[in-house]
C-alpha cells in the first residue's frame, strides 16, 4: 500500500503539517530540487499529521541557484545545527550558508557557492596560492553553462 | 559571531568589501588576494568557526582581533607563518 501525499512542503525536522493519509507505506522519500528528505507517517488516520524525521545531516547539492552555473559533481554538504542557526558547509571550499531552517542554510550555502565561483574568477589573477586551490577544487565541482 | 563582530574583523583586518547579496569581504595585501569570508545579511549568529577558517585564524587569533590586540600587521604575520603569505 502506497501512502498518499500532495503537495508536499518541505520543511525543517520536527515541524508538523496536515496532510491527508490514506494508508499504509511509513516511509517516503521526497525529492525537492537538490534536496532529498524522508518522511515518515505516524497516523493512519484520514487527516493525520505528518512529522518529518530523520533530515539528513549530510548531503549531496546539485543545483547552485545560478543559472550561469551548471554542477559537473555533486557538492557533498553537511548540515549541523548551532543554536537557533542551522549551517550549511561545502568543507572542499571552506564555504558556508546558514539560515533559520535547513532549506535556508542550503539556499544561502548554493548561492554562496556561486558568488565565490565568480569572485574568484574575477580576482583569477590577484590570487594567492591557497585561493588559486580553491578556484581549482571549485573547477571539480561546477563549469559556465554555454550560452545560446 | 555577532555581525558587530565580524564589522570589527572586517576594520581591523582593513578588508576590502562588497555588498550584494551578501557582504563579501576579502584580505588584501601588496596586490594580491590571501583570504576570503563573507557574511549574510539576514539574521541569526554568524559560523564563527567557519569564518576563522576561511580567515585562517586560530579562536585565540580571532579573539585577539576582535579583542583589539592583533591588528592586521599581526594578521600578516600570521598567515606569513602559516606559509599562506609566502616570502
Redesign the interface.
Known sequence: MTTTIDDIQVSPAGQQFPRPIQEGQQHVYLHAGPFLFELQAVSHTAAANLEIQGAPASLLLGNVSDPRLRVRVPIPVRIVR????F?A?FDAV?E?????NRS?ALE?LA??IA??YF?LAA?NE??????KSVRSRLDQYLERRLSR | MKVREFEILVNKLELKTRDSRDRHAWFEHEGTVFTRTKRSHGHGDLPQHLIRQQLKLSEQELAGIVGCTLYRADYVAILRRKGIIKP
Open positions: 548551532e543554536g537557533n542557526t549551517v558547509s571552506d558556508f550558508g546558514y539560515g533559520q535556508e544561502d548561492k554562496s558568488a565565490l569572485s580576482q590577484r590570487l594567492g596560492e591557497d585561493l
